[in-house]
């Protein structure tokens, strides 16, 4: 079974701060991998999709990459912002799909 | 673009009784996902439709879970009877296409229903 860990579970940054979010799978056979945003108390917004064969996706200060052989996915944040502050979960698409646990993000002004 | 609606936004029920979620999805988009997200956790796939026919429903809890979803358009989630456990937000989501595994589209998330079993 497919097992998606997110670390860290939480993050604290300043404003202005590059960051990295990691997310690691188990099972390399996968179709995409995907990067979404969670605000409290609201579903979940699509940000970044990546294809198995891509190695990497951006979209304005985002930037995600997948190494399938080693089962690493990293969610780059350029420049962050308190309006970053959520929770960012990825989720792999296999035969089934999987989220991660997420990782909490405050961007402090 | 008209977002994925869900509705109720909030349900509060003892347990063994009844509850149902409905959602309605974009349109257009042929894949529609049902999601556990208790809290904590990351959401967790409960079944998938494409159009009216079910792609996945392994982790649906069967004995007290069903699911339909009509025309190939709007879907309803129902628990008889809940438990406990079944506390958590029930997540709606919809894709253009998606194959076993949820194919290559991204899925679009309404904002839930926060279920609460006293």
């Known amino acids: 079974k497919q097992e998606v860990t997110q670390i860290p579970a939480a993050l604290s940054v300043p404003e202005g701060e590059n960051l990295v979010l990691n997310c690691s799978f188990t099972?390399?056979?996968?179709?995409?991998l995907q990067w979404f945003r969670q605000d409290p108390g609201k579903g979940l917004t699509s940000l970044l999709l990546?294809?198995?064969?891509?190695r990497e996706q951006t979209s304005g200060r985002l930037n995600a990459s997948l190494d399938k052989s080693s089962g690493r996915s990293t969610l780059y944040i350029a420049a962050s912002q308190p309006g970053d502050s959520a929770t960012y979960l990825c989720?792999?698409?296999?035969?089934?799909?999987?989220f991660g646990t997420g990782t909490s993000l405050t961007v402090i002004p | 673009e008209a977002g994925v609606a869900q509705s109720p936004r909030y349900k509060i029920i003892e347990k063994r009784q009844s509850v149902a979620f409905w959602c309605n999805p974009i349109?257009?988009?042929?894949?529609l996902y049902w999601y556990q997200q208790i809290l904590g956790q990351g959401p967790k796939l409960l079944i998938q439709?494409?159009?009216?026919?079910?792609?996945?429903d392994s982790q649906l809890p069967k004995d007290r879970f069903s699911a339909e979803r009509l025309k190939g358009v709007d879907s309803t989630l129902k628990i008889q009877p809940a438990k406990l456990e079944d506390s958590a937000v029930y997540l709606c989501?919809?894709?253009?296409?998606?194959?076993?595994?949820?194919?290559?589209?991204?899925?679009?998330f309404g904002d839930g229903t926060r279920l609460s079993i006293l």
């Open positions: 989501a919809s894709s253009l296409e998606g194959g076993a595994g949820g194919g290559n589209q991204p899925q679009h």
């Open positions: 099972d390399s056979a996968i179709y995409n």
């Open positions: 990546i294809q198995s064969s891509q």
């Open positions: 989720a792999v698409t296999g035969n089934q799909f999987y």
């Open positions: 349109s257009g988009h042929a894949t």
């Open positions: 439709f494409q159009n009216n026919g079910v792609v996945d």
